[in-house]
């Protein structure tokens, strides 16, 4: 029979959780598939199982072979599947009935190479979320390098030639290895299509103990898979196109390792342990050479994990870093000042004394906070840039105006951005259409 699609399952001790696997397989309505399971030297009852799935279905296909790992178990995967499109899937997560029918004619009416869908995340308690709205074709590589996006190999349906074609394999005897692979994958894909359904159910597991679970190698196979991500712009000569969006990789790849350690456990002593084995291999790893808005949020959040840590034992731990006192101290002070991170801009604005009148990009939450303290300084808003306001003249008593406006008068203007999630996309657009370098950009972090 030919089949339409592999689906590859590597298992190692799942027997907890592999039937709830293959039963959302097995369920598809799309019934034209190959299960390709790997058993990766299983030493509990997985495999017998898996066996008595493959007596009653014979879309099962079964290989053995001795524990090494998922990534040997993928690439296995990978040579033995039948089928020339590829779903990937965890032995202990599920998918929806209608997923494997609903991506594979997308990709078919499509003519991609990947369709890309979203995650349902549930807890042990059953908590539920999902990834956010996914991107558009193409910006979808810039996500995933940037890590905005899910990075996993799963929840995607793939063309077997991109593996194939361009030799992309997992590494072996890493961690993190989806890290290091899936965004060689979209970046060979030509074509790339977008699901915003949530089709992929991925159930997080009890991680126990943060010592026993996050060794030296964790955290050195996380910057290897920063390494290997450089190493392969440079070797498409792509790397000065996507500098900011490996920069964002850096930072959101720490920033998710610190927020999971976090999460699994509560005990102060245990996080300190694991943040010391991070921090003592950054410290080794020349990575405050980032701009600065960049370090800025790095260091924001690490400070937020160590939140209930004393200072000085924070100040301890940066003692091999490159960041002076002062700086930690302005971060540290922003965190625990209710205006957050518009400390800076009040930084800004406090050794400015001849600032009497400015522009506001942005009319929301971070404005409405900022706005007393621009009329304690004296400090006049001229006109509110914000997209969402086009069809008003007027927000609250202030005049609406385009950027376009702002940016063909004859005299040179101050605009402070008053967003914080979205301040360094505005920094870079205005940046952009500011041809005659009229602007001076106010922003809460200290690169512009």
Partial sequence: MTYMITIIIPIFNKEKYISRCLDSVINQTFKNIEILVINDGSTDNSLNI??????????????????????????????????????????????EEEALEDMYFKMIEDNSDIVHSKIRYISKVFEVKEDKNLFVE????????????????????YKKKLFIENNISFPIDMYYEDLATVYKVFYCAKKISISNKAYYNYFYSNLGSIVNTFSRKHISDLLLAIDLTKQFLEDKNILKKYQNN??????????????????????????LV???????????????????????TLVRQTLYFLRDLKFYLISKSFKNVSLSVEYLKKVFDSIISPLSELQ??????????????????GGGESFLKIEPYLKIRNIKVVGIID????????????????????????????????????????????????QRNKINIINYFREI
Avoid at 138 to 157: D, V
Avoid at 274 to 296: D, G, H, I, R
């Fill in 246 to 271: 490996l920069y964002e990789r850096v930072v959101n790849v720490i920033i998710g390792f610190l927020s999971t350690v976090s999460e699994v456990k509560n005990s102060q002593q245990e996080r």
């Fill in 138 to 157: 193409n910006s979808i590589f810039k996500e995933i390098l940037s890590l905005n996006t899910s990075s996993s190999i799963s929840a995607n349906l």
């Fill in 274 to 296: 694991v943040f010391s084995m991070l921090w003592e291999q950054l410290s080794n790893y020349n990575l405050f050479n980032l701009p600065e808005y960049y370090k800025f």
């Fill in 50 to 95: 898996i066996n008595r799935y493959k007596k009653k279905d014979n879309r099962f296909k079964v290989i053995n072979q001795k524990n090494q790992g998922p990534s040997k178990a993928r690439n296995v995967g990978i040579e033995n599947a039948s089928a020339e499109v590829l779903f990937f899937m965890d032995a202990d997560d599920t998918i």
């Fill in 344 to 361: 800076c801009l009040l930084d800004y604005l406090d050794t400015n004394p001849k600032l009497n009148s400015l522009y506001v990009y």
């Fill in 387 to 434: 997209k969402g306001f086009k069809d008003s003249k007027y927000f609250m008593k202030y005049k609406v105006i385009t950027l376009e406006e702002v940016i063909n008068l004859k005299y040179n203007v101050d605009i402070l951005i008053a967003s914080i999630s979205f301040a360094k996309e505005i920094t870079e657009s205005i940046l952009i259409k500011d």
